[in-house]
């Protein structure tokens, strides 16, 4: 007999479907909350040699393939399983990824490589709706980064939930541009700014993470890992209940939009000082008001090998009052609070060592709201989203 996984009670809750969520801000009932253990450094490859920046690529030379060091594990993992209890105390329904061997060797028709971790559930599953999509990621030690996640799918699929994996990129060496990914930084960025990406465009690929959901308005962004293909089959995927939206900003190489444009209740969102949305008119003739996150407090020495210290924005909405902020983040604490927000904080510069933050680490499974449009109307000039 197949032995199923107790399911949490959610007697007490409005019947919602079990995947529903449309936004980041409406009130969460469960999240997935990813895991560090048994994260290991992925060796280097074309997407990730560019996402890399030079200071950084000791680390993955001396450990790729190996283990995170161990005590970097353990302080990341405290900081995850205390932010867990908090989520609990609010009475959201929190649930992990499976623990599976990173550290394996696979070998795919085009390519060889390790894995990497279930540490950003955030990257590779988006809820758009009462659908729960598996993204096509591009980095080579990502492709079997969905097993961690699943039993939990499959769960989800049992009670109700639509479930879609996209179609994968082989991640053959074809679909890189290999001479781009090894060419100096200042060189690569300069083609960066004329649109040049280390994907091309042979099969589609994107990180859910380079994608923010306002209601029927999705937004996404062209980056090292999504390409213009990927946004194709998300927008057809999607059909006509929603609109994709291309926006751009002025550094193209954050990996990810979640640390660039974060709403943060209907009518206001975070934007990067350091790499203002191009847009920015859209949102205004939306009615929504675009403020600057604060700077992070982080020390210049604390090591970041995957992400900027302006995940000190990337957030995560317990309702559209209530937000979950880094406990040292105390410009940030005070923006949000001037704004109007309870604030929560939480302890995570550890988490952010291994990439990201509270909203990198979460996959919000259910929020208590529906589908709504927030002041975007159709058709959005071409123009606008041309910048
Ligand atoms: O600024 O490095 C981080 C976003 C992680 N999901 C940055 C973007």
Redesign the pocket.
Known sequence: MLQLKPIPNIVSERQLPVVNSYNEWDPLKEVIVGCVEGAVVPKLEPALLTNTSPQNLWFFQKYGGQPFPQELVEAASKELNEFCQVLEAEGVTVRRPDRIDFSQTYKTPDFEASGFYAT?P??VLIVVGNEIIEAPMAWRSRFFEYRAYRSLMVEYLRRGAKWTPAPKPSMSDEFYDLEYATKPIDQRYALTEKGQFVTGELEPSFDA?DIVRFGRDLFVQRSHVTNEIGITWLKRHLGDQFRVHVVKFPDLN???I??SLVPLRPGLALVNPARRCIQTELFKKAGWELVDAAPSTLPDNWPMYM??S??CM?ILSLDPETIFVEKQEEPMQKLLKDLGFKVIPVDFRHVYTF??SFH?VTCDVRRDGQLEEYGFTEPLEEDELEG
């Open positions: 950003m955030r990257d993470a954050p990996m990810h979640d640390a992400c900027s302006w995940v990337n990439g990201g990198c």
